[in-house]
């Protein structure tokens, strides 16, 4: 977890729009129909930082891109912005229209086709996207680009392709790869990923590699846990057996990925570096959210029992799960995970490091407990606190059976987590609406009361 605050609330979905298997989106009218586009007078640097300084994508909003194109490979164009908040690689595929204004290669079907065949040709390819015969880009991405490939065999596609790039593999990428290659359909069917490198004289080989672009099932019409939820908690209607099901579906994700993936023992270094983290979070958090500083004697005694506490292996996890990150699919496929992309705050290589399991547990137990904090502050407010309380135990139970592993014996470490993301919480709502700050704080100060017990 970043020491800084997050860009979206935690807790709940802010804007789900456009991310792998939703379809609440709206699209782009570019399709199949569109005019004829020119790639063989490829813009220069200057023309085209004109173009990518009015992209939603582009991170270093307010100032004049200083591009330099470093690659132009697998049919697409590598650019970095000395930017002054630091460089950034940036994939810019661009094409001409009829009138030669510059246009975005994402929204041309022959750029997407050719994506899709070079996805289909490349070693990490699971099974072939084929032709595609009709394209359409989501729209209100903030940092990638999803297009919906119709295919001639009749299957809808969703290609993310990646805005800016990294050295080193891409976490969602790699994850989702590993879980359905093992047959998991607890993620959207992966097809394949597009892997390149490019020029880089900062490294010692001075080549980098990364990920570029990445294919799996669409899933078209379904709700995130999110919504199930909050509705069937503001219509007093149980959530539990969902509930349970979907700790269920997490243990077996985490099953999955402990023989998919190297998992590693949470040796004495490792330990003292995560509770490390935790430490220097809860001062910076104690320094600008007042709310916290009581509580901070009391949390670092969680913090120093959870450091001498029995930790679990270490292994590949989701890194970033809250309700808004799971799919309500029809039974009995049940419960579909998105997003692997880890804390997006994080150096990406810190994200696919193995972690512990108990992170993700955590994350799901302070959601269910947004759910009753938006509730309460709706304008018919609703008392969800109870409903609150009976998901986080069923999901707990449901957990539990699916890993065999007893909870109560890691009761230490799963507190220290959710404190830690609670901590966290109470600084973005500080920031971003103090009048919701309440509902971490509450759940800090019953996190140290029960550890104190």
């Not at 994506?115 to 009709?134: K, M, N, Y």
């Not at 998992?263 to 320094?287: F, K, Q, S």
């Not at 995970?337 to 696919?352: K, T």
Request: charged letters at 25%; hydrophobic letters at 40%; a negative charge.
């Amino acid at each position: 977890m970043s020491d800084a605050a997050p860009d979206q609330a935690p807790g709940e979905p802010i804007d789900r729009t456009g991310r792998t298997g939703r379809t609440d989106a709206t699209t782009d009218p570019t399709d199949a129909t569109t005019e004829p586009t020119d790639r063989t007078h490829a813009p220069d640097d200057r023309t085209l930082a004109d173009w990518i300084a009015h992209q939603r994508w582009y991170t270093a909003k307010g100032t004049n891109p200083r591009l330099r194109t470093l690659a132009e490979t697998d049919g697409t164009r590598l650019v970095l912005d000395d930017a002054p908040t630091g460089p950034v690689l940036y994939q810019a595929p661009v094409t001409h229209d009829g009138t030669g204004t510059l246009r975005d290669a994402t929204t041309d079907p022959d750029w997407i086709r050719d994506l899709a065949a070079r996805i289909d040709a490349d070693d990490e390819s699971l099974r072939p996207i084929g032709t595609v015969t009709a394209s359409r880009v989501l729209s209100g991405e903030q940092s990638n680009t999803s297009v919906i490939c119709d295919t001639e065999d009749g299957e809808q596609v969703i290609v993310k392709v990646f805005r800016v790039l990294h050295h080193g593999d891409n976490p969602d990428v790699t994850t989702q790869l590993a879980l359905s290659a093992a047959g998991s359909s607890r993620v959207p069917r992966v097809y394949g990923a597009l892997r390149s490198t490019w020029p880089d004289t900062g490294r010692p080989e001075g080549i980098a590699t990364g990920h570029l672009a990445f294919a799996q099932e669409f899933l078209p019409g379904l709700e995130d846990a999110w919504r199930v939820a909050l509705r069937d908690a503001r219509q007093g209607t149980s959530f539990a057996t969902e509930a349970d099901r979907l700790g269920a579906a997490l243990a077996e994700v985490h099953r999955t990925l402990a023989t998919a993936l190297p998992t590693e023992p949470a040796d004495e270094e490792r330990r003292t570096t995560a509770i490390a983290a935790m430490h220097r979070r809860l001062a910076a958090a104690a320094r600008e959210a007042p709310a916290v500083a009581a509580h901070v004697d009391a949390v670092r005694g969680v913090y120093a029992r959870a450091e001498q506490a029995v930790w679990p292996d270490l292994q590949r996890i989701h890194g970033d799960l809250h309700l808004g990150q799971v799919l309500a699919a029809p039974e009995p496929r049940g419960w579909v995970f998105l997003d692997f992309e880890g804390e997006p705050l994080r150096p990406l290589a810190e994200r696919s490091l193995p972690d512990v399991t108990l992170r993700d547990v955590a994350g799901m137990l302070r959601s269910f407990d947004y759910v009753a904090g938006a509730l309460a502050q709706d304008a018919d407010p609703v008392d969800a606190g109870e409903w609150a309380h009976a998901a986080r135990s069923a999901f707990l139970d449901g957990y539990q059976r699916g890993t065999g592993a007893d909870l109560r014996a890691h009761r230490e470490l799963l507190d220290a987590f959710e404190l830690d993301k609670a901590v966290y919480e109470v600084v973005y709502e500080t920031r971003n609406r103090p009048d919701w700050v309440g509902i971490p704080l509450a759940a800090v100060t019953r996190l140290v009361a029960r550890s104190a017990a």
